[in-house]
């Protein structure tokens, strides 16, 4: 095999393994998701406001731990798995395909449909939403942003999740285009369908 072509095939594939981390790593993000319910649901039996102060602020969360805090937490935890999450699920080739052409294409079709794609739709996409959406964390900063209700502080560390999730997607994007252009060249489009995730 030519070594510039699985040099290309690594180096994109690695590429992706570098950007799915996060995502990876975000799941477990479920766990203290799960614990926000338990405690959110006891501390509405007992009819519970506040449930901890300490005194000082620190990011986030403010000087105090209430049950709105709790409710906050959650979508927030929860928006980070998502936009974490997606650069993990273009990886695993676990994302959601309604595509009746697509199917019933040859294999060394199906990757140039991939590489198109990736090329014109979902890399410019990530691109023009990720500018968009510095503007939105910047001024959740400078208004200093937060709950209405008593709850989570600080929003603009929510909303960067924002931006930083697309560029995450982008760079997955990228790794997939590069990985597949690699793949075309070489003539080695069967082993991209049979096994996304390796380029031995």
């Known amino acids: 095999m030519n070594t510039k072509t699985h040099t290309l095939e690594r180096f994109g594939q690695g590429l ?5 981390w996060p995502g990876r790593m975000s799941s477990w993000l479920i766990l203290p998701i799960i614990l926000s ?3 959110g649901v006891v501390g509405g039996l007992m009819r519970l406001g506040e449930l901890f102060g ?3 602020s620190i990011p986030l969360f403010g000087s105090h731990l209430t049950m709105a805090t709790l409710t906050e937490l959650e979508w927030h935890l929860l928006a980070v798995i998502v936009m974490f999450g997606a ?6 080739e676990r994302h959601v395909r309604v595509d009746l052409i697509y199917a019933n294409l040859s294999d060394r079709k ?3 449909v ?3 794609g990736d090329l014109f739709l979902l890399l410019p996409f990530c691109a023009i939403i990720f500018w968009l959406s510095l503007g939105f964390v910047d001024m959740a900063f400078r208004s200093g942003e937060k709950s209405d209700y008593g709850g989570l ?3 603009y560390l929510v909303k960067a999740v924002i931006p930083i999730g697309l560029a995450l997607l982008f760079a997955c994007g990228l790794g997939r285009v590069i990985r597949n252009v690699g793949f075309l060249i070489s003539g080695r ?6 096994n996304p995730s390796t380029t031995t």
């Open 189 to 194: 489009a069967q082993q991209r369908i049979d």
């Open 110 to 112: 199906k990757v140039i």
């Open 16 to 20: 992706m393994q570098v950007s799915a």
């Open 87 to 92: 650069a993990f699920t273009m990886v695993e």
């Open 114 to 116: 991939d590489v198109l």
């Open 37 to 39: 319910v338990l405690v």
């Open 54 to 56: 300490w005194g000082f």
């Open 153 to 155: 502080t600080d929003r």
